[in-house]
């Protein structure tokens, strides 16, 4: 993809690169085409993801939301000021990328594709830009101070004026290239927000860089007049080194979280080695591979698509996508995943599924729809950060004005103080970069956030519902019980059952082959004209004097339908009833300690099955759950969800999301797991990628730790604005003591929500 091009410093130099963006092949490449849309046609609606270079706070991603809603064709567009990430849903036949691109930068923001390759090439640039700032910055905060010290150790009269007005040049000398270069990123964020008349948090801290230079220049070419006083250089270098060396470890550390993002979407490999029609290998781009391609994955490569292994075997690392920690062995009939790595040895596979259509694309897409999106508190701040600005600006000019009349040489370094401490990056930055932190340490775990105000929903449930079969069940069941007609031996009825259900993909089926693998039965018979009967069961001739046999439903094979305690599927042939397996559901191994973990939480918990109640109660006494309802439909668990909440409670609703679609989306927070279906098409607002049920009580943990994190982040901002502005009022704060403190903030609740990255409520999980 030629982005190059689109890394540009102007609106009109960057549009041949974003024309190339109007390319279906290249727009293809970070927007998927919304299911609602028809396709192909003309009003076809796309979602973008896209990465914004320039952000620096919530204002601006205020801004680029304003200006993208604002151009022709796109319907909504949403900014995470954390992640700098940003979805934009556009109409086909209205507008291309390059046009709502274009919006965005004619606000002064780079849009950058949100899969480029050279994203990581950018970070690193625009990092070692920020070292020669604060390098530079550095090195004459240190020489300036060497020559203000003077004046801080000896009594006014001690110097003579000609050394004190050497050393003021001296200092203004040195503050120039912090000025005109370390100070860049702040002048030209305020430059640009003053030419579209709007504010952001680049304005206060660029005004108060500006006057300080200002006053001191006065102070340095007429020591006689109003600011000859004193001069500020030495704040000024400070503030900026202190201001710098905070942003550029919020840019270390938003990075590492970029980049494991980025880790994720670049597992796919760029080239495989594809069959050709002449049976040899030819190495071609993925993104030419198709359904029924025959590909060779060499060790150390990973698979481009979904497929089934024809040859080979080998061990495949799939932690990242199935939360599976350890490697699985792979052999000739299994399926392997797009994005899972071949460790071994090399395998042929048959492609089934490429592009969207593969889990590890819906995988994608829920990690970036959870580093766009944007917890209710963080959308709280967005709307209040314009207005805290202006407030910030009101207060620095009325606090100029009061000292004025009775110290003019001061006031201006007072607003200066006011300008810099109450700049709101902590307050910005406190929710979404706890949330992001935490979605990404559960999403090493195998369980995805589909949407970031889910966490903070999960932290208030007091109820969890759970769905039976396919949740706290496996989806299969377990051979329990055979019976059998006189003279026939239950390894021979076993045998003769499994050749018939060779061929169905029924669970009973599957369930009757496994126990004869089990117990080396399954080329013990012969039989042929194998047919399903659809929602009956499975018949088929053997050779000889029992002709036809059956496997199925009571009806099905003419046997008189009993009361059994579970499932239960028969055997007969030309003689009639010939055995009966009796089957039970095989409950998840962890499902009574999941159930018992979120007890010890204080939590009610909850079973709802559309099984019989017999079924669902024997489940529910097994996995410890007293609540128990069976025989509900969709309808009726949605129904007794919404009786729940009326009453006050706050649900969470688990299950496999197959049938439980309706009160997946109407509990207040839901989980699915994603084995059961689409993951882009799921309800639930946590997909769980693997088969642990007590994932669901760490990320319970997880979420009430999130919480905790988040109002400490947010207490601790309000209380440093509350005791930072009334010291700069009265002039109590120096200008390098405001600058120290806003970066200090910054800092801190970044580095604490960086403590939930590794929670060691997950590790148990």
């Known amino acids: ?299 150390g490569e990973a698979f481009p698509a979904d497929g089934v292994v024809l040859g080979g075997h080998t061990s495949v690392d799939e932690a990242l996508l199935t939360g599976e920690s350890t490697p699985l062995a792979r052999g000739q009939g299994q399926r392997v995943v797009a994005g899972s790595h071949n460790l071994t040895a090399p395998v042929e596979v048959r492609v089934e599924q490429v592009g969207a259509e593969t889990r590890y694309a819906q995988i994608v897409a829920l990690m970036e729809q959870a580093s766009i999106s944007k917890p209710r508190i963080a959308q709280r701040a967005d709307r209040l950060a314009t207005p805290f600005l202006v407030f910030v600006l009101l207060a620095a000019g009325l606090a100029c004005a009061w000292w004025w009349p009775s110290d003019p040489g001061r006031a201006p370094m007072v607003a200066v103080a006011i300008l810099v401490v109450t700049c709101p990056c902590a307050l910005s930055l406190a929710t979404p970069a706890a949330m992001l932190a935490s979605a990404g340490a559960l999403a090493r775990r195998g369980v995805l956030v589909r949407r970031l105000q889910a966490i903070e929903a999960l932290a208030e449930v007091d109820t969890v519902v759970f769905d039976k079969t396919g949740t706290l069940t496996r989806d299969a069941f377990v051979l329990e019980q055979v019976h059998v007609r006189a003279g026939v031996t239950p390894a021979q009825a076993l045998a003769l059952a499994a050749a018939l259900a060779q061929g169905s993909l029924h669970p009973v089926s599957r369930a009757l082959l496994a126990a004869a693998r089990d117990a080396g039965a399954v080329a013990a018979a012969d039989v042929q004209e194998v047919a399903e009967v659809a929602g009956q069961g499975v018949r088929g001739r053997i050779g000889d004097a029992r002709g036809e046999v059956r496997l199925g439903s009571a009806d099905f094979c003419g046997v008189p339908a009993g009361s059994p305690a579970g499932p239960a599927s028969h055997l007969s042939d030309a003689r009639g009833w010939l055995a009966s397996f009796h089957l039970r559901e095989d409950l998840r191994p962890d499902a009574a300690s999941a159930v018992a973990a979120l007890h010890e939480l204080g939590l009610r918990v909850r079973l709802m099955s559309g099984d019989r109640p017999q079924a669902t109660e024997r489940v529910g006494h097994l996995a410890g759950i007293d609540e128990v309802l069976g025989g509900c439909t969709p309808a009726d668990k949605l129904r007794l969800a919404r009786e729940a909440q009326r009453q006050g409670a706050r649900v969470a609703m688990v299950g496999d999301g197959l049938n439980d679609g309706p009160v997946l989306a109407g509990a207040h927070v839901s989980f699915a797991f994603g084995r059961a279906v689409p993951l882009a098409r799921a309800q639930a607002d946590f997909v769980v990628l693997g088969k642990r049920l007590m994932l669901i009580d760490s990320t319970q943990r997880q979420a009430r730790r999130t919480l905790r994190i988040v109002k400490q982040n947010l207490g601790w901002a309000v209380a440093y604005n509350a005791a930072g502005v009334p010291l700069a009022m009265v002039g109590w704060m120096p200008a390098w003591a405001a600058g120290l403190g806003m970066a200090a903030s910054s800092l801190l609740v970044v580095l604490n929500a960086l403590r939930l990255a590794s929670g060691p409520d997950l590790e148990g999980a």
């Open 1 to 299: 993809m030629p982005l190059a091009a689109a890394r540009t410093d102007g609106p009109t130099r960057a549009a041949p690169g974003f024309a190339l963006l109007d390319e279906r092949d290249e727009w293809l490449a970070f927007s998927r085409e919304l299911p609602a849309s028809s396709p192909g046609g003309p009003g076809a609606r796309w979602e973008s993801s896209v990465v914004f270079e320039g952000m620096h706070c919530a204002a601006c991603a205020v801004t680029i939301e304003q200006a993208l809603r604002g151009a022709p064709g796109v319907r909504e567009a949403e900014v995470n000021a954390a992640s700098h990430r940003g979805r934009v849903v556009w109409e086909e036949g209205a507008t291309r990328p390059s046009e709502w691109m274009q919006a965005v930068m004619r606000t002064g923001y780079r849009p950058v594709p949100a899969h480029d390759a050279w994203a990581s090439a950018r970070r690193q640039a625009e990092t070692r830009r920020m070292l020669w700032r604060l390098g530079v910055a550095g090195l004459c905060m240190m020489q300036v101070m060497m020559y203000a010290a003077p004046t801080y150790f000896t009594a006014p009269g001690e110097i003579e004026p000609g050394i004190v007005y050497l050393l003021r040049w001296a200092q203004w000398l040195l503050s120039v290239p912090v000025v005109l270069f370390s100070c860049q990123p702040f002048l030209g964020g305020a430059l640009r927000d003053l030419k579209l008349r709007r504010v952001s948090m680049d304005l206060p801290v660029a005004l108060g860089m500006v006057i300080t230079f200002v006053v001191s220049t006065l102070g340095t070419f007429e020591p006689e007049g109003v600011f000859g006083h004193e001069v500020y250089f030495d704040s000024l270098t400070m503030f900026v080194f202190f201001l710098l060396t905070g942003r550029w470890l919020e840019l270390r550390l938003r990075d590492r979280t970029a980049g494991a993002l980025e880790a994720l979407m670049h597992r796919l490999p760029d080239s495989v080695e594809r069959r050709n029609a002449a049976g040899g290998w030819e190495r071609v781009s993925a993104r030419r591979v198709r359904v029924e391609d025959v590909v060779r994955v060499l060790p």
